[in-house]
């Protein structure tokens, strides 16, 4: 019971400090305010259908992430040091430009969006480039190659919660993309604009710190493997 109990602990632990980073990088509610002034022109229904759409491949594009990305690093002969602190040098400085940007600078880049869209196929957008740069971006698979790295795989018990919160995660955060997209229309009107602006800036804020643990994790193991290595 107590071995369950951990395990049972354990599993919760890491589906929530992979949750609450990749939401924090994915940010599905600013997301959803994006899709929404990208998809105007579609009715209702052809939203919806979009939406069901992009969780699901963003619930792909996480799954392959979380699960072959270690394996990647082994390919190209990448230390997990340096990716942590690379990928958290990358999310934190995401969430500095986030953090810092004018928010007539971001009304700018969302409304040159849409026009690129007015032709496109529903199936096609659905993809590229709703969920890939937009949903799911490099932050976000960095982020979910450095949870990879993470975790140690010492036993059956290990290799099994590993990989039960790797879907649990995926699952979340796709889940949570498609509620905030479908719900784009009345999140936008019930926010308006000075709370969609302070979403954002929290969501960054958050994302900045996320970052800057990441990055100190990967220093820290990169000292730690420096003294083990001395005589």
């Given at each position: 019971?107590?071995?369950?109990?951990?395990?049972?602990?354990?599993?919760?632990?890491?589906?929530?400090?992979?949750?609450?980073?990749?939401?924090?990088?994915?940010?599905?509610?600013?997301?959803?305010?994006?899709?929404?002034?990208?998809?105007?022109?579609?009715?209702?229904?052809?939203?919806?259908?979009l939406a069901r759409a992009?969780?699901?491949?963003?619930?792909?594009?996480?799954?392959?992430?979380?699960?072959?990305?270690?394996?990647?690093?082994?390919?190209?002969?990448?230390?997990?040091?340096?990716?942590?602190?690379?990928?958290?040098?990358?999310?934190?400085?995401?969430?500095?430009?986030?953090?810092?940007?004018?928010?007539?600078?971001?009304?700018?880049?969302?409304?040159?969006?849409?026009?690129?869209?007015?032709?496109?196929?529903?199936?096609?957008?659905?993809?590229?480039?709703?969920?890939?740069?937009?949903?799911?971006?490099?932050?976000?698979?960095?982020?979910?190659?450095?949870?990879?790295?993470?975790?140690?795989?010492?036993?059956?018990?290990?290799v099994l919660v590993n990989?039960?919160?790797?879907?649990?995660?995926?699952?979340?955060?796709?889940?949570?993309?498609?509620?905030?997209?479908?719900?784009?229309?009345?999140?936008?009107?019930?926010l308006g604009p000075q709370?969609?602006?302070?979403?954002?800036?929290?969501?960054?804020?958050?994302?900045?710190?996320?970052?800057?643990?990441?990055?100190?994790?990967?220093?820290?193991?990169?000292?730690?493997?420096?003294?083990?290595?001395?005589?």
């Amino acid at each position: 019971m107590i071995i369950d109990g951990f395990l049972v602990a354990t599993l919760l632990s890491s589906w929530l400090f992979g949750y609450s980073a990749l939401i924090s990088i994915i940010n599905p509610p600013a997301g959803a305010l994006i899709f929404q002034s990208m998809t105007q022109w579609l009715t209702a229904q052809d939203r919806a259908r979009l939406a069901r759409a992009i969780a699901l491949n963003s619930f792909v594009v996480l799954v392959v992430a979380l699960f072959l990305g270690s394996h990647v690093l082994g390919f190209f002969g990448i230390s997990l040091e340096a990716l942590r602190i690379a990928g958290g040098l990358a999310v934190a400085v995401a969430g500095w430009r986030m953090l810092n940007e004018e928010p007539e600078a971001a009304q700018r880049r969302d409304a040159r969006a849409p026009a690129a869209l007015d032709t496109a196929p529903i199936e096609r957008m659905a993809f590229f480039p709703l969920t890939l740069p937009l949903t799911t971006g490099p932050g976000s698979i960095a982020a979910c190659i450095a949870l990879s790295a993470e975790r140690r795989a010492s036993g059956v018990g290990d290799v099994l919660v590993n990989g039960l919160s790797s879907v649990l995660i995926a699952v979340s955060v796709a889940a949570s993309v498609w509620i905030a997209y479908a719900n784009a229309a009345a999140l936008a009107r019930r926010l308006g604009p000075q709370g969609t602006l302070v979403a954002s800036k929290l969501a960054a804020f958050l994302l900045l710190c996320i970052g800057a643990q990441i990055m100190l994790t990967g220093a820290t193991d990169a000292l730690r493997a420096v003294g083990a290595a001395r005589p």
